[in-house]
């Protein structure tokens, strides 16, 4: 990776207000010059945004306004794109169209927040020994991790199949938390890793000159420092784990009362007709909690995604 | 014991417990799927190994050959679009005006929603009869009969690429355009400076600098794309007639679909290749660049 997008990583990793309120005044004083825009351009500045968002956001307005039809209405030509008195009735049949609507809900945070806890106490110590120590081998290791990225759960289902199986997970929340965490280490590893390094390590010497064992000082020392790099691992892996249960939820799982919101929602499909309004109504409460964790961890996310795409 | 020996124990220790976890969850599982390509496994318990015959079968049976050029077809047109909509996105979320935040935090739902939600709202836009694609075409005159994108093998192709896209856009675009606001603004200051003119800043500056992002992240996106199934399985399962089948789709239908483990194993095996062969190119690429830079 270049210098530049490495430190273009680094410098949104810290996500620190300090650090951007700078660049913002900065930019305020050259925006008079540079910046200035015709209006022809302003124009197309926006005409472009608009194109792009809609594209971005077509399904989930569309999805919105189909949760507000009637069916009768949803099953009708022509095709209509605002809803004719539309109510908010799906949102109350779905509880009872789907019985275990609640619990696939649950499901998915949980699954997501244990693979979140299973991932930090693995990723914490293994970003801490990539960070700090240079013994042989780190680098190969470390590209070995990296390499695990590369090949997806799909590919390996039948193995993990048989894995889950002779475990006796098969259907348990375990078959579906045991191969999630593991495609979401090698990333977390790295963009800690990018995080640890820049604590000084005047700081670990410190300690050790005062005494401290190794392990006090990464508990004592480190954790504390690395607290915000922490904060966007965990964040970044609990949205990994939310936004990709599917596959393993679909193979290792047929028991109702573990499945996640994705795998369960097909709950709609299994009649004479699905019931294409209360899925959409289900699937807005759904991810209803992430869209308020984005708007308000916005920062956390670019930091977290920028960092996470391996680099060298 | 030296100090470094005992530095490089406790670092080795350190690093156990997420080394047992990739051997056990993703190496040993790597080598099993090797193992079970050359075995004619399926649903009893026992199982003979039977040499090359799984990958004589597959290679022979003619439609192998056909699944793996759809799917790097299919996967270089969803890189292509991805980028080319993710970097118009980034340059455009990057110019300085009133909203910008906002337009960020917009561009995140595709990637931050579970995946499988995402797909099922354009399996009901796709819909031919009462979808909202069909349906606006119709409304606007601009087709007079309804168009079901997944009931036809060339539509409901690039309807999947166009699904696959939208999901991978935001990732493309946030990271491009902190690529983008890494640039040095001196640069921009001394070219305009000089009078260079917004396109000749964007050419000259803007565009030789973003390479090396772009790159990185068209290799990692095509690895993931390569990789994609959940919505090709969602959407059409592969159909209508194999028409986006890809490897992923193919492996899956063999293994799970057919209970047949040993040939889905031969398949995986095909992939694995392709994906080490990318993985090989992508580390290298990256070593390349970072080297450039330094010179």
């Not at chain 2, 119709?138 to 939208?166: C, E, H, K, M």
Request: hydrophobic letters at 55%; one cysteine or more; proline letters at 5%.
């Amino acid at each position: 990776m270049t210098e530049l997008a490495r430190s273009a990583s680094e410098s949104t990793a810290t996500a620190s207000a300090e650090q951007k309120a700078p660049a913002k005044v900065k930019a305020r004083s050259q925006k008079a010059m540079i910046d200035r825009y015709t209006w022809y351009e302003v124009v197309g500045i926006y005409a472009g945004i608009a194109l792009f968002l809609i594209f971005v956001l077509a399904p989930f307005i569309e999805g919105f306004l189909v949760s507000l039809k009637p069916l009768a209405q949803l099953f009708s030509t022509p095709y209509n794109f605002i809803p004719e008195n539309g109510s908010f009735q799906a949102y109350f049949d779905m509880w009872n169209s789907v019985p275990a609507l609640g619990l696939h809900i649950f499901n998915s945070f949980f699954i997501s927040s244990v693979i979140t806890l299973m991932v930090i106490a693995i990723v914490v110590p293994a970003a801490y020994a990539f960070a700090r120590f240079e013994f042989t081998g780190a680098g190969v290791m470390l590209g070995a991790f990296l390499a695990v990225n590369m090949f997806s759960g799909a590919v390996l289902l039948i193995p993990l199949f048989r894995l889950m199986r002779s475990l006796g997970l098969l259907n348990t929340y375990w078959a579906m938390i045991i191969p999630g965490a593991a495609f979401l280490i090698p990333s977390s590893i790295w963009l800690l890793r990018t995080y640890l390094m820049r604590i000084p390590r005047e700081l670990d010497e410190a300690a050790w000159a005062d005494g401290a064992s190794r392990l006090y000082t990464l508990r004592r020392v480190i954790l504390p420092l690395a607290m915000p790099g922490i904060v966007v691992i965990s964040i970044m892996t609990f949205i990994g784990a939310y936004a990709q249960q599917f596959i393993f939820a679909l193979t290792f799982n047929s028991k109702t009362e573990y499945m996640p919101l994705p795998v369960g929602l097909f709950g709609f499909f299994g009649r004479q007709e699905v019931l294409w309004n209360e899925l959409m109504a289900a699937s807005f409460v759904g991810i209803l909690p992430v869209m308020v964790v984005i708007v308000f961890l916005q920062r956390y996310l670019v930091a977290g995604l920028t960092a996470g795409a391996i680099k060298q | 014991m030296t100090r470094s020996q005992s530095a490089t124990l406790f670092a080795l220790g350190l690093l156990l417990p997420a080394t047992l976890y990739i051997l056990a969850i993703v190496a040993y599982p790597l080598f099993d799927t090797i193992v079970l390509s050359f075995t004619n496994a399926a649903l009893r318990p026992t199982y003979d190994f039977i040499g090359w015959e799984n990958y004589e079968r597959i290679f022979s049976a003619g439609n192998f050959t056909e699944v793996i050029i759809r799917t790097f077809v299919w996967t270089f047109f969803s890189v292509a679009l991805k980028m080319i909509i993710g970097t118009c996105g980034a340059v455009l979320l990057n110019a300085a005006v009133p909203g910008q935040t906002v337009f960020r935090i917009l561009t995140m739902p595709p990637w931050v929603v579970p995946m499988a939600i995402g797909i099922f709202m354009w399996g009901w836009m796709y819909n031919g009869q009462f979808g909202m694609i069909s349906g606006l075409l119709q409304n606007f005159g601009l087709r007079d009969s309804p168009l079901p994108f997944l009931a036809y093998g060339n539509t409901a192709f690039w309807a999947t690429i166009v699904t696959d896209v939208w999901i991978g856009v935001p990732m493309v675009t946030i990271y491009l355009l902190a690529a983008l606001q890494s640039i040095p603004k001196d640069l921009y200051e001394a070219a305009w400076t000089d009078g260079a003119g917004r396109w000749y800043r964007f050419r000259r500056v803007t565009l030789p600098l973003m390479v090396p992002a772009m790159l990185t992240m068209s290799l990692l996106s095509l690895i993931a794309t390569f990789n994609s199934f959940d919505i090709i399985w969602i959407l059409t399962q592969g159909g209508p007639s194999g028409s986006t089948t890809t490897m992923i789709i193919d492996t899956y239908r063999t293994a799970i679909g057919s209970f047949r483990y040993g040939e889905g194993a031969a398949r995986a095996v095909v992939i694995c290749i392709f994906v080490s062969l990318f993985c090989i190119v992508y580390f290298r690429a990256v070593r390349q660049l970072s080297k450039g830079q330094i010179r």
